[in-house]
């Protein structure tokens, strides 16, 4: 996490803050039903060092056992304006839409529907689980060739 956010030019006091609240959002892995879909150059693009991809590939197949991870095909560029993440707790739904410039987090209707729309999509267009994994572990190997 702390490579990523240098590399994207983030200040040190930032990115403490920045990995807490990351590592906060992950503690619910396991808990509670969660679907995610990476697309495939988050798998070979490097951040920080071979390494430390080598170690993140470890990490992401470790979390198959507990999350559905799917990976989007090369090419697929459905979904590549940002991340979004839709969560619902007592029946509210509450999308975070994270972009190069600023996070927007809203329970407005309009872009919950927008967001679960564009999610649907985006499965529809991903890889099975195990196929992700495969991949994962595919390029796990890649990076500890190169480390």
Request: net charge negative.
């Amino acid at each position: 996490m702390r490579a990523l956010f240098a590399d994207e030019g983030h200040l040190l006091n930032q990115i403490d803050e920045l990995v807490t609240a990351r590592l906060e959002r992950q503690s619910v892995i396991g808990r509670v039903p969660l679907t995610v879909i990476i697309g495939y150059h988050v798998l070979y693009r490097v951040v920080g060092s071979p390494a430390v991809m080598a170690e993140q590939m470890g990490h992401l197949a470790s979390v198959v056992e507990r999350v559905a991870v799917h990976v989007l095909p090369e090419g697929i560029t459905t979904g590549s304006g940002g991340a979004l993440d839709l969560a619902t707790r007592d029946g509210i739904t509450t999308v975070c839409l994270t972009t190069t410039l600023e996070d927007v987090t809203s329970t407005a209707e309009h872009l919950v529907v927008k967001a679960q729309q564009t999610f649907d999509r985006l499965l529809g267009e991903a890889m099975p689980r195990t196929e992700s994994l495969t991949l994962i572990r595919s390029a796990e190997g890649q990076w500890k060739a190169q480390a």
